[in-house]
């Protein structure tokens, strides 16, 4: 399994803005994950994308999956001061691997 | 139906002692794997452990870290002689079935574990 890597670092927005995290990784896989992580804490999985599928939604957030780009993407919409995370994409299977990180910071 | 969980959620350590961390998996849940995350870094897979057994243990350091997933109880992953160099957030996940296609991994709160 091989790592993803997330970009930007860190994104800073206001309420009510959009977010787009990138990810992106380098062999082929059978999903990617989205975890987020509030500081201090665990991580909460927010979705999972097949690598046959291309977009998936819930609630305000949206998940794309180019694999001929080998690119994900998670957008948060009408962004919340709660949305303050670190957002991680993960790939692989038993041994998933992790990126850095995004670290997003929404101003109230 | 509780989460994962992880004790202690915060340990200190004097260099050279044993750390021992705990993680107990969700119900129903009988794969658990460990990460570690150093400071300002993101996660890395150490070890995954069905019941009894050691699937992977590829992210494990060679000498001093161990890991078991006994029949009955938490797992445990343990950490001798530590170094500060060791101090880091522990992460444990458990998923129902062995990660694949569509298996997600649920996190526990983590250990931060200090080396002083």
């Known amino acids: 399994s091989q790592q993803g890597e997330e970009d930007p670092q860190a994104l800073s927005i206001q309420e009510g803005e959009n977010a787009t995290m990138n990810c992106s990784y380098k062999?082929?896989?059978?999903?990617l994950q989205w975890y987020r992580q509030n500081s201090g804490r665990g991580l909460v999985h927010l979705i999972l994308?097949?690598?046959?599928?291309r977009e998936k939604h819930s609630g305000r957030l949206r998940v794309t999956l180019d694999t001929s780009k080998k690119s994900s993407s998670l957008l948060i919409t009408a962004s919340r001061a709660a949305d303050t995370a670190s957002y991680f994409c993960?790939?692989?299977?038993?041994?998933?691997?992790f990126g850095a990180g995004t670290r997003l910071t929404v101003k109230p | 139906n509780a989460g994962v969980m992880q004790n202690p959620r915060h340990l200190v350590r004097r260099r050279g002692q044993e750390a021992r961390l705990r993680c107990s998996p969700m119900?129903?849940?009988?794969?658990v794997y460990w990460y570690r995350q150093l400071p300002e870094e993101g996660l890395k897979f150490m070890v995954y452990?069905?019941?009894?057994?050691?699937?992977?243990e590829s992210g494990m350091p060679k000498e001093r870290f161990s890991a078991e997933f006994p029949k009955e109880g938490p797992s445990i992953l343990r950490i001798q002689q530590v170094v500060r160099g060791d101090s880091a957030a522990y992460f444990c996940?458990?998923?129902?079935?062995?990660?694949?296609?569509?298996?997600?991994?649920?996190f526990g709160p983590g250990t931060r574990l200090l080396v002083l």
């Open positions: 993960a790939t692989g299977n038993n041994d998933m691997r």
């Open positions: 994308i097949r690598s046959n599928e």
């Open positions: 452990l069905q019941k009894e057994n050691i699937i992977d």
């Open positions: 062999t082929s896989i059978n999903n």
């Open positions: 119900k129903g849940h009988s794969h």
């Open positions: 996940a458990s998923s129902q079935k062995a990660g694949g296609l569509y298996e997600t991994q649920y």
